[in-house]
Protein backbone atom coordinates (compact mmCIF):
# COMPACT_ATOMS: atom_id res chain seq x y z
CA UNK A 1 0.00 0.00 0.00
CA UNK A 2 0.79 3.60 -0.04
CA UNK A 3 -0.30 7.30 1.04
CA UNK A 4 -0.78 10.60 -0.28
CA UNK A 5 -0.03 13.35 1.85
CA UNK A 6 -0.94 17.05 1.25
CA UNK A 7 0.02 20.02 3.21
CA UNK A 8 -0.94 22.27 4.15
CA UNK A 9 -4.52 20.45 5.39
CA UNK A 10 -5.96 24.37 6.31
CA UNK A 11 -4.85 27.50 3.77
CA UNK A 12 -5.86 30.83 4.56
CA UNK A 13 -5.04 33.44 2.56
CA UNK A 14 -5.73 36.91 1.29
CA UNK A 15 -7.56 38.10 -2.21
CA UNK A 16 -4.83 38.57 -4.36
CA UNK A 17 -2.18 36.84 -2.62
CA UNK A 18 -0.10 33.68 -4.31
CA UNK A 19 -0.95 30.31 -2.73
CA UNK A 20 0.83 27.11 -3.15
CA UNK A 21 -0.62 23.86 -1.97
CA UNK A 22 2.01 20.49 -1.86
CA UNK A 23 1.31 17.13 -2.30
CA UNK A 24 3.07 13.64 -1.85
CA UNK A 25 2.42 9.80 -2.62
CA UNK A 26 4.53 6.80 -1.64
CA UNK A 27 2.92 4.34 -4.28
CA UNK A 28 5.64 5.10 -6.95
CA UNK A 29 2.96 5.96 -9.23
CA UNK A 30 3.70 7.65 -12.46
CA UNK A 31 0.65 10.05 -12.93
CA UNK A 32 -0.45 12.64 -10.38
CA UNK A 33 -3.67 14.91 -10.37
CA UNK A 34 -4.64 18.20 -9.03
CA UNK A 35 -8.80 18.66 -8.31
CA UNK A 36 -11.12 20.73 -6.65
CA UNK A 37 -14.12 19.97 -5.21
CA UNK A 38 -16.30 23.06 -4.41
CA UNK A 39 -19.19 22.39 -1.76
CA UNK A 40 -21.86 19.75 -3.00
CA UNK A 41 -20.39 19.40 -6.52
CA UNK A 42 -18.14 16.55 -8.18
CA UNK A 43 -14.76 16.65 -8.57
CA UNK A 44 -13.03 19.25 -11.33
CA UNK A 45 -9.18 18.52 -12.83
CA UNK A 46 -7.36 21.07 -12.88
CA UNK A 47 -3.94 19.78 -13.33
CA UNK A 48 -2.39 16.88 -14.29
CA UNK A 49 1.24 15.03 -15.19
CA UNK A 50 1.27 11.55 -16.61
CA UNK A 51 5.00 11.40 -15.93
CA UNK A 52 7.73 13.14 -14.07
CA UNK A 53 8.59 15.88 -17.02
CA UNK A 54 4.75 16.44 -18.22
CA UNK A 55 2.17 18.74 -17.54
CA UNK A 56 -1.37 18.96 -18.58
CA UNK A 57 -4.45 21.36 -18.02
CA UNK A 58 -7.40 20.54 -17.07
CA UNK A 59 -10.75 22.09 -17.45
CA UNK A 60 -10.00 24.14 -14.46
CA UNK A 61 -6.49 25.42 -14.74
CA UNK A 62 -7.35 28.85 -15.12
CA UNK A 63 -6.00 30.66 -12.64
CA UNK A 64 -3.75 28.20 -11.33
CA UNK A 65 0.41 26.79 -12.14
CA UNK A 66 1.52 23.45 -11.51
CA UNK A 67 4.98 21.65 -11.02
CA UNK A 68 6.11 18.13 -10.86
CA UNK A 69 9.15 18.53 -9.07
CA UNK A 70 10.05 14.97 -8.17
CA UNK A 71 8.38 11.85 -9.51
CA UNK A 72 6.70 11.38 -5.91
CA UNK A 73 6.11 15.26 -5.51
CA UNK A 74 2.94 17.47 -7.54
CA UNK A 75 2.75 21.31 -6.18
CA UNK A 76 -0.33 23.70 -7.13
CA UNK A 77 -0.56 27.23 -7.36
CA UNK A 78 -3.54 29.69 -6.85
CA UNK A 79 -1.45 32.63 -8.55
CA UNK A 80 -3.84 35.15 -7.63
CA UNK A 81 -6.77 34.37 -4.48
CA UNK A 82 -10.33 35.20 -4.89
CA UNK A 83 -12.16 36.91 -2.11
CA UNK A 84 -15.24 34.59 -0.65
CA UNK A 85 -13.64 31.57 -2.61
CA UNK A 86 -13.84 28.43 -0.37
CA UNK A 87 -12.89 24.53 -1.94
CA UNK A 88 -11.45 21.74 -1.02
CA UNK A 89 -8.15 20.33 -3.51
CA UNK A 90 -7.45 17.10 -4.11
CA UNK A 91 -4.23 15.14 -4.84
CA UNK A 92 -4.60 11.98 -6.36
CA UNK A 93 -2.24 9.37 -8.24
CA UNK A 94 -2.00 6.44 -10.64
CA UNK A 95 -0.39 3.92 -12.56
CA UNK A 96 0.54 5.38 -16.30
CA UNK A 97 -2.49 4.05 -17.57
CA UNK A 98 -5.21 5.88 -19.20
CA UNK A 99 -8.02 4.16 -16.98
CA UNK A 100 -6.78 3.31 -13.96
CA UNK A 101 -8.09 3.68 -10.45
CA UNK A 102 -7.04 7.22 -8.57
CA UNK A 103 -5.46 6.99 -5.21
CA UNK A 104 -6.15 10.67 -3.23
CA UNK A 105 -5.43 12.10 -0.24
CA UNK A 106 -7.41 13.90 2.55
CA UNK A 107 -7.47 17.26 0.82
CA UNK A 108 -6.74 20.88 1.60
CA UNK A 109 -9.31 22.87 2.44
CA UNK A 110 -8.88 26.30 0.97
CA UNK A 111 -10.78 29.80 2.59
CA UNK A 112 -9.60 33.36 0.87
CA UNK A 113 -10.54 36.54 3.29
CA UNK B 1 -21.47 14.61 -24.88
CA UNK B 2 -19.54 12.37 -22.63
CA UNK B 3 -20.84 12.79 -18.77
CA UNK B 4 -22.06 11.40 -15.52
CA UNK B 5 -25.53 11.67 -14.26
CA UNK B 6 -26.21 10.71 -10.59
CA UNK B 7 -29.65 12.06 -10.44
CA UNK B 8 -30.51 11.93 -6.44
CA UNK B 9 -28.12 14.69 -4.22
CA UNK B 10 -29.64 13.10 -0.95
CA UNK B 11 -30.77 9.36 -0.24
CA UNK B 12 -31.98 8.98 3.14
CA UNK B 13 -32.44 5.07 4.17
CA UNK B 14 -33.07 2.77 7.40
CA UNK B 15 -30.25 1.17 8.72
CA UNK B 16 -30.33 -2.25 7.96
CA UNK B 17 -32.54 -1.24 4.99
CA UNK B 18 -31.24 -1.93 1.22
CA UNK B 19 -30.13 0.83 -1.15
CA UNK B 20 -29.73 1.80 -4.15
CA UNK B 21 -27.78 4.91 -5.50
CA UNK B 22 -27.89 6.03 -9.05
CA UNK B 23 -25.55 6.50 -11.96
CA UNK B 24 -25.94 6.92 -15.46
CA UNK B 25 -23.10 7.68 -17.69
CA UNK B 26 -23.16 8.73 -21.54
CA UNK B 27 -20.35 7.61 -23.67
CA UNK B 28 -20.00 6.17 -27.24
CA UNK B 29 -16.99 4.21 -26.60
CA UNK B 30 -16.77 1.12 -24.10
CA UNK B 31 -16.88 2.37 -20.08
CA UNK B 32 -14.54 2.19 -17.84
CA UNK B 33 -16.46 2.70 -14.36
CA UNK B 34 -15.88 3.41 -10.92
CA UNK B 35 -17.26 4.06 -7.69
CA UNK B 36 -15.91 6.25 -4.72
CA UNK B 37 -16.83 7.05 -1.22
CA UNK B 38 -16.01 10.13 0.49
CA UNK B 39 -15.83 10.43 4.50
CA UNK B 40 -16.73 13.50 5.85
CA UNK B 41 -13.01 15.34 5.75
CA UNK B 42 -11.37 12.54 3.92
CA UNK B 43 -10.44 11.95 0.60
CA UNK B 44 -12.05 9.66 -1.64
CA UNK B 45 -11.40 5.99 -1.44
CA UNK B 46 -12.49 3.31 -4.29
CA UNK B 47 -15.65 1.48 -3.25
CA UNK B 48 -15.16 -0.67 -6.71
CA UNK B 49 -14.80 -0.74 -10.67
CA UNK B 50 -15.95 -2.45 -13.72
CA UNK B 51 -13.94 -2.71 -17.12
CA UNK B 52 -15.53 -5.87 -18.58
CA UNK B 53 -16.60 -8.99 -17.75
CA UNK B 54 -19.54 -9.96 -15.50
CA UNK B 55 -21.92 -6.99 -15.33
CA UNK B 56 -22.36 -7.56 -11.56
CA UNK B 57 -19.03 -6.36 -9.38
CA UNK B 58 -18.51 -6.65 -6.00
CA UNK B 59 -16.60 -3.56 -3.82
CA UNK B 60 -15.18 -2.87 -0.44
CA UNK B 61 -18.04 -3.36 2.51
CA UNK B 62 -20.58 -5.49 0.84
CA UNK B 63 -21.39 -3.42 -1.98
CA UNK B 64 -21.83 -4.17 -5.47
CA UNK B 65 -22.52 -2.44 -8.69
CA UNK B 66 -24.19 -3.64 -11.84
CA UNK B 67 -23.30 -2.53 -15.64
CA UNK B 68 -25.67 -2.34 -17.80
CA UNK B 69 -24.83 -1.19 -21.14
CA UNK B 70 -28.61 -1.25 -22.64
CA UNK B 71 -29.95 1.71 -19.59
CA UNK B 72 -26.25 3.19 -19.68
CA UNK B 73 -26.13 2.54 -15.87
CA UNK B 74 -24.09 1.71 -13.50
CA UNK B 75 -26.03 1.94 -10.19
CA UNK B 76 -24.57 0.66 -6.78
CA UNK B 77 -26.40 -1.42 -4.40
CA UNK B 78 -25.85 -3.18 -0.70
CA UNK B 79 -28.64 -5.23 0.90
CA UNK B 80 -28.19 -4.00 4.37
CA UNK B 81 -26.45 -0.46 4.83
CA UNK B 82 -24.81 0.57 8.53
CA UNK B 83 -24.93 4.19 10.17
CA UNK B 84 -20.93 4.11 9.19
CA UNK B 85 -22.02 3.79 5.47
CA UNK B 86 -22.92 7.72 6.01
CA UNK B 87 -21.32 9.63 3.28
CA UNK B 88 -20.42 10.87 0.09
CA UNK B 89 -20.66 8.46 -3.12
CA UNK B 90 -19.74 9.32 -6.54
CA UNK B 91 -19.57 7.59 -9.48
CA UNK B 92 -17.12 8.71 -12.43
CA UNK B 93 -16.13 7.30 -15.73
CA UNK B 94 -12.71 6.35 -17.51
CA UNK B 95 -12.01 8.61 -20.48
CA UNK B 96 -8.70 7.28 -22.26
CA UNK B 97 -6.89 10.39 -21.83
CA UNK B 98 -6.26 9.80 -18.03
CA UNK B 99 -8.73 11.81 -17.36
CA UNK B 100 -12.34 10.77 -15.30
CA UNK B 101 -15.55 12.30 -15.82
CA UNK B 102 -17.20 13.03 -12.15
CA UNK B 103 -20.92 12.91 -10.96
CA UNK B 104 -21.98 15.30 -8.90
CA UNK B 105 -22.56 12.99 -6.08
CA UNK B 106 -25.05 11.41 -3.91
CA UNK B 107 -25.44 12.12 0.08
CA UNK B 108 -26.61 8.77 1.63
CA UNK B 109 -28.01 9.81 4.85
CA UNK B 110 -28.70 6.54 7.45
CA UNK B 111 -31.74 6.87 9.60
CA UNK B 112 -31.20 4.79 13.02
Known amino acids: GGIITQTPKFLIGQEGQKLTLKCQQNFNHDTMYWYRQDSGKGLRLIYY???????QKGDLSEGYDASREKKSSFSLTVTSAQKNEMAVFLCASSIRTGYAEQFFGPGTRLTVL | AQSVTQPDARVTVSEGASLQLRCKYS??????LFWYVQYPRQGLQLLLKYYSGDPVVQGVNSFEAEFSKSNSSFHLQKASVHWSDSAVYFC??????????WGSGTKLIIKP
Open chain 2, 92 to 101: ALSRSNYQLI
Open chain 1, 49 to 55: SITENDL
Open chain 2, 27 to 32: YSATPY
